[in-house]
T-cell receptor, first 112, second 112 residues
Framework: DGGITQSPKYLFRKEGQNVTLSCEQNLNHDAMYWYRQDPGQGLRLIYY???????QKGDIAEGYSVSREKKESFPLTVTSAQKNPTAFYLCASKQGYYNEQFFGPGTRLTVL | AQSVTQPDIHITVSEGASLELRCNYSYGATPYLFWYVQSPGQGLQLLLKYFSGDTLVQGIKGFEAEFKRSQSSFNLRKPSVHWSDAAEYFCAVVAWDDKIIFGKGTRLHILP
C-alpha cells in the first residue's frame, strides 16, 4: 500500500538535545511538507520541499532544519535552538499543482 | 492575504442529528478547497475537495460540502452523524504559491 510513514510515533527529548523525526513516502510524490500542530493553532508550516535537493522555509522555520537527499525521504531535525518544541508534528506529500496533500500519522515530541 | 476561517471551535450534536460545519475563505481567484478530518493522535484524512464544476461535492463517510462563491463559504454537511464522526475537522484552501492554508479546526463532539 502506498502511503506516508513517520517514526517514531512518540519521542522524548531532554532540553538541549537535537532530535530527528523521520518521514518516508512511497507515493512517488515530488513535494513534501512538515507541519507543527498545537492545540487550537491549526497546522503551521515549518519547511517544504518541491523537489530533491531543494527546500524552503515555511512560517515557523526557526529552530528546525531539514534535508531532501532522496525523493522518498524528508527528515526534520528539531534543534536545541527551538524554544518550545513540544508539539505534534505532521509530514505530508503531494504531487502536481493545486492538488491535495496526503498526511502521515504524526510524531508527538515531548521535551522533558 | 489568503485565509481560512472556521468560526466554531467546538460543536456538539446528538447522534443521528444533522451537521453543518462552517468555513469561510479569503481568496481572489477561484479557490481550490478541501475538508480534512483528524482523529485524536492521528494524521489528517481528506474528506472531499472542490476544484471546479458542480458546487455540491460528495466525499467519503457520507459527507458533502457546498461551495458558495457569493458568500466565500465552503460548509461541510452530513445528514445524520454517527458517534465515530467525533473528530477535528479542518477546512483548507490552496494559496497562490501552491501551499495549503488551513483553518484552525472545529472539534466535533457527539452526544449519545
Amino acid at each position: 500500500d502506498g502511503g506516508i510513514t513517520q517514526s517514531p510515533k512518540y519521542l522524548f527529548r531532554k532540553e538541549g538535545q537535537n532530535v530527528t523525526l523521520s518521514c518516508e513516502q512511497n507515493l512517488n510524490h515530488d513535494a513534501m511538507y512538515w507541519y507543527r500542530q498545537d492545540p487550537g493553532q491549526g497546522l503551521r508550516l515549518i519547511y517544504y520541499s518541491q523537489i530533491v535537493n531543494d527546500f524552503q522555509k515555511g512560517d515557523i522555520a526557526e529552530g528546525y532544519s531539514v534535508s531532501r537527499e532522496k525523493k522518498e525521504s524528508f527528515p526534520l531535525t528539531v534543534t536545541s535552538a527551538q524554544k518550545n518544541p513540544t508539539a505534534f508534528y505532521l509530514c505530508a506529500s503531494k504531487q502536481g499543482y493545486y492538488n491535495e496533500q496526503f498526511f502521515g500519522p504524526g510524531t508527538r515530541l515531548t521535551v522533558l | 492575504a489568503q485565509s481560512v476561517t472556521q468560526p466554531d471551535i467546538h460543536i456538539t450534536v446528538s447522534e443521528g442529528a444533522s451537521l453543518e460545519l462552517r468555513c469561510n475563505y479569503s481568496y481572489g481567484a477561484t479557490p481550490y478547497l478541501f475538508w480534512y478530518v483528524q482523529s485524536p493522535g492521528q494524521g489528517l484524512q481528506l474528506l472531499l475537495k472542490y476544484f471546479s464544476g458542480d458546487t455540491l461535492v460528495q466525499g467519503i463517510k457520507g459527507f458533502e460540502a457546498e461551495f458558495k462563491r457569493s458568500q466565500s463559504s465552503f460548509n461541510l454537511r452530513k445528514p445524520s452523524v454517527h458517534w465515530s464522526d467525533a473528530a477535528e475537522y479542518f477546512c483548507a484552501v490552496v494559496a497562490w504559491d501552491d501551499k495549503i492554508i488551513f483553518g484552525k479546526g472545529t472539534r466535533l463532539h457527539i452526544l449519545p
